[in-house]
């Protein structure tokens, strides 16, 4: 499995991006995609994710009702759009694909992901 993520940029805080993932290789048996953002000098944080089938998504705290995501089955695309952006969303985002099932609190574990796309940069100046 391989994932491409692109869509980072600059952006005035209160602005929007939508981040895409192109998820391609052998998907027919994945449960998740996950959404990660890493700032410097810290850890990997969740953001979100969103089961392969599209029924379910989850949350941080922190970005709940300012960023959702999304699936194009068709283009196995999945996308994270960002609104009300905040100085404090600037990181290394990263999408992630897991086989592993599990419920919000094992989603939000990076341990879980098996595989990872390379991060696209965002940046929210204020």
């Known amino acids: 499995v391989q994932l491409q993520a692109s869509g980072g940029g600059l952006v005035q805080a209160g602005g929007s991006l939508r981040l895409s993932c192109v998820v391609s290789g052998r998907t027919f048996s994945g449960y998740a995609v996950g959404w990660f953002r890493q700032a410097p000098g810290k850890e990997r944080e969740f953001v979100g994710s969103i089961s392969w089938s599209g029924a379910s998504t989850y949350y941080a705290d922190s970005v709940k009702g300012r960023f959702t995501i999304s699936r194009d089955g068709a283009k196995n695309t999945v996308y994270l759009q960002m609104n009300s952006l905040k100085p404090e969303d600037t990181a290394n985002y990263y999408c992630?694909?897991?086989?592993?099932?599990?419920?919000?609190?094992?989603?939000?574990?990076?341990?879980?992901?098996?595989?990872w796309g390379q991060g696209t940069l965002v940046t929210v100046s204020s």
């Open positions: 992630a694909y897991t086989f592993n099932s599990g419920n919000y609190y094992h989603l939000r574990n990076p341990t879980i992901y098996d595989f």
